[in-house]
């Protein structure tokens, strides 16, 4: 919503520490001369990061530094001319009495936990604003919403201001298409500020608080010609990717949105003047000025008249969510004819599905508020708009071996085993809170499809238990290769053995009890090991790993380098589609891979930064560098075709990019 600055979808994303285990390459085996990066964010203050992180060889995290911040600031504002409260309100034409202006005051209780006072506005040149005061009155108490905070809203309470956040909808610096911006101001000097604390967990570099949740993008930042670090341009965007006729590009738009004022999820007070009744018709405009800034696909009614605004057409892959669709079908349909807003508006899918239950207890609460921002043309089923579109990512994986990088495996892995989904505290707490129905209804779906999601005495499972991850199943060298249990969760100690070996074949394992224990072979076939992961107090279920050892390799694993990769993404069956092609309708995907002339790109530092932010190193199996091409993601390659099938096992010509990508990967993916 854009009430808050980020909110529910996605929850604590504990951070798998990355297979650490790859060294040196000049001999025989894989000890890999570089390491992929390890990170030790984990725990509760990575509420309202990304998923990925962009996490950095350093194992910093790049979406949450201060670089980032800097680059997204001077993206959005080049001259400084909104560094300040003072100043955004006047370049937004706050108190001009002109446009359209308009006040309400909540309470935050689903999400963030503040009471809320927020005016928004329209101009006369079509740009829209939103100011919100947060505050937050509930001290030496557990953080929650607090019915204190609400009234300290209502009345403008200063003690407990806690933060000021501010979003427009306007051009880029260069005049492009509209889009929207975050800003956080420091409620005391007003001075713009790089990083906020929304959740009493430690300050996170903007935008990625606000945007995580607002459908925004965490792409790693890109170097110029000089070196200097600067937001991409996203290739789909509206206003402006390379070739397209929309425009040059403007960094700095996220592909964030502003999310729809959900008013049965609010508090409100009982003082004269801030009911829910008598600021319904306020809410209604301020559901109106935010339904003005959503593109109007071709199947869509416009929702608003043209008195109010004029929702210009979108272009090809542009967002294809449901954000606007909720804000007309709450009140009413087409021209919006209700007063008041519906609290109980769900897609018609859901229910003639025989899914009523779980979209209300599970989609709606927890889920629909960030989803239905995300997506495009391309990848709209993330929106959840529909039961197949949820179900789409609740598919059981199938045989163990090899194990295949799917997506559709992902509500399990991120809402039951890492815990990073819901994205903001409150939501996870309400989720798993003792009352809540939502994770017997989620795990009634998950277990119909195959999950083991409750222990033996059939309760639900819930993250922080020790899952083991031995890694991805792999090619190797004969000789020495150092293995690593560090994607493994919540664990801290680890028991490693061999499970099977070629006949003949002698192989060893040294400290099999580490969590880098080097396995050597010198006889080429198949090896199976197996991982059991603990903490003290609990064990996982044992996790095994694949590893096919070959003494032809004809490029060693800890020799892949980025110009191998780039000369593989040069095939036809990625420059099909990814090309900049002016003045086309077809959609066209985030990254391309040459220039406008069709040509293989050559600003490498630029390229090589693109395609290392496609790699999720806290969740290899989430990273679109390995699920797009095998087809295992939305819009993706085809897979056995252009060497990318992971079904097939290490080591088969139908999946010979595919390892050559993942053992880049596991070599720290180096330039």
Known sequence: MIYRCAIACAGSIMLALLLAGCGGGGSGGDIFPSQPPVSTATGSDTFLLFPNPQVQPDASLQTNSLAYAQAYYAAIDPANAKDTLAKWKVANGFDTNTGTQVTVAFGDSRDLGYGRRMIGRRNPDGTIAFLVENYLANPGSAYAFSPLSLEAAVVQDTRWLFLINAIEFSRGPGGEVSFAKFFNFDPRTGARQLTVDLDLRGEKAMPGPCITCHGGRGDALVPDATGKLMFSVVQNSASGPRGNVQGPGAR????????????????????????????????????????????????????????????????????????????????????????????????????????????????????????????????????????????????????????????????????????????????????????????????????????????????????????????????????????????????NAYAWSIVSS??????????????????????????????????????????????????????????????????????????????????????????????????????????????RSRINFTDLAASPLLRKPSGHHHGGGPGSFSGFDATALPGDLARANYDLVLNWILNGAPQ
Not at 254 to 269: D, I, K, N, T
Not at 300 to 306: A, D, E, L, T, Y
Not at 593 to 611: C, K, P, W
């Open 252 to 491: 700095g738009d996220v592909q964030a949105r502003l999310a729809p004022f959900e008013v049965g999820a609010f508090q409100f007070s009982t003082k004269s003047g801030f009911t829910r009744f008598e600021q319904e018709a306020a809410l209604k405009k301020m559901n109106e000025l935010v339904l003005c800034t959503y593109p109007l696909s071709m199947s869509q009614p416009s929702g608003v008249s043209s008195n109010t605004c004029t929702r210009r057409d979108a272009v090809a892959s542009e967002w294809q969510g449901t954000a606007a669709d909720l804000i007309i079908n709450a009140y009413g349909g087409d021209g919006l004819p209700a007063a008041a807003y519906s609290d109980t508006f769900m897609p018609p899918d859901w229910s003639t599905s025989g899914q009523t239950a779980l979209y209300q207890n599970v989609v709606a609460p927890s889920c629909r508020a960030c989803h239905m921002l995300r997506g495009s043309g391309a990848q709209s089923d993330i929106d959840l708009s529909t039961f197949d579109h949820f179900q789409g990512y609740a598919i059981f994986p199938g045989a163990e071996y090899p194990k295949v990088q799917m997506f559709d495996d992902r509500i399990k892995t991120h809402v039951i085993d890492r815990g990073n989904m819901p994205l903001a505290k409150i939501v996870y707490d309400t989720f798993w809170s003792s009352t809540s129905p939502a994770p017997q209804t989620l795990a009634t779906l998950l277990q119909s499809r195959g999950f083991t999601v409750r222990d033996a005495a059939g309760k639900v499972l819930q993250p922080g238990r020790p899952i083991a991850d031995p890694g991805p199943d792999r090619t190797i060298n004969q000789g020495p290769t150092i293995l690593s249990a560090g994607a493994s969760l919540f664990a």
């Open 502 to 611: 070629p006949m003949g074949a002698v192989p060893s394992l040294t400290s099999p009890n580490s969590a880098n224990p080097t396995f050597s072979a010198t006889t080429d076939g198949v090896y199976v090991l197996q991982l059991v992961a603990s903490n003290g107090t609990a064990q996982s279920a044992p996790a095994r790993l694949a590893l096919v050892v070959n003494s032809l390799l004809s490029r060693p694993p800890g020799q892949v380098h980025f110009s191998d990769i780039k000369n593989v993404f040069a095939s036809a069956f990625c420059m099909g589609c990814h090309l900049p092609t002016p003045g086309s309708s077809t959609p066209t995907p985030p990254v391309f891979f040459a220039d406008d002339q069709g040509n293989l790109r050559t600003d490498d530092a630029a390229f090589y930064a693109e395609i």
